[in-house]
């Protein structure tokens, strides 16, 4: 096992947290705005995270397993130690992505909305 400092691991899962928050405040979240907006239905921050809670603690999960593997990787490969913080931001965000898309369910509430609205609007 290699002796990592308990700081790296701290730095590393706060990296993983921090890509995480970007997919949502970046990505995610302007995206279900424009979505909710084009079904005519408010934003509710709040619901959507009682939406999504699954697929955000299950991204948190996936930083955590990167932390619980990541003295084997170095053990295989020394050199990535200078690149961790980097590359839990990249696990933190892609992981979120991903993992948004296969569990979210926020999305596909808002896209039966616009499914029923447009099925009403054509029958008229």
Known sequence: M???????YAWCFLAGVLGIAFHLVAIKIPAMKKRAKVANEPFDFRKYLKDDIAAILTSVLTVLIA???LDEALSIKPAIQPYLKA?????????????????????????????TKTDIADKK
């Open 2 to 8: 290699t002796d990592l400092k308990l700081e790296l």
């Open 67 to 69: 932390l619980i593997v």
């Open 87 to 115: 590359a839990f931001v990249f696990v933190g965000y892609t992981g979120s992505s991903i993992l948004i898309a296969l569990l979210g369910t926020a999305q596909n509430k808002i896209d039966k909305i616009v499914d």
